[in-house]
């Protein structure tokens, strides 16, 4: 079995579709302003963003973003630095991996092996 969709409620939705555009690479397929987006990975894996009023996720919630080196880890790592987001330089645990807070209320790990 593999996972091919998952939805996320985020307190906005157009500076998450912005986010995973710019630092993972998806893709938005659908959009419907700041109340609804799909987005789709290489993989046709489907991750759609629902708008949601005073979104917390668990403070462990986070979902991955696998990257296929250790210096695209670094490149993302540094553009978001950059680009103003907090960010510790990614370490070596189950993986080569750091976690930075995403517009509209989760948390995004970017990792390698």
Do not use: W
């Amino acid at each position: 079995m593999q996972l091919k969709h998952l939805n996320l409620t985020v307190n906005d939705v157009e500076a998450s579709r912005e986010f995973l555009e710019k630092y993972v690479e998806m893709t938005c397929v659908n959009s419907r302003g700041n109340g609804f987006a799909a987005m789709f990975d290489d993989n046709q894996f489907v991750l759609t963003l629902m708008k949601g009023k005073d979104v917390q996720y668990p403070k462990t919630f986070h979902i991955g973003f696998p990257q296929e080196s250790r210096e695209k880890v670094n490149q993302i790592n540094q553009q978001l630095k950059e680009d103003g987001f907090e960010v510790d330089p990614p370490i070596e645990s189950h993986g080569y991996t750091f976690y930075v807070k995403a517009p509209g209320g989760f948390t995004v790990e970017i990792l390698s092996e």
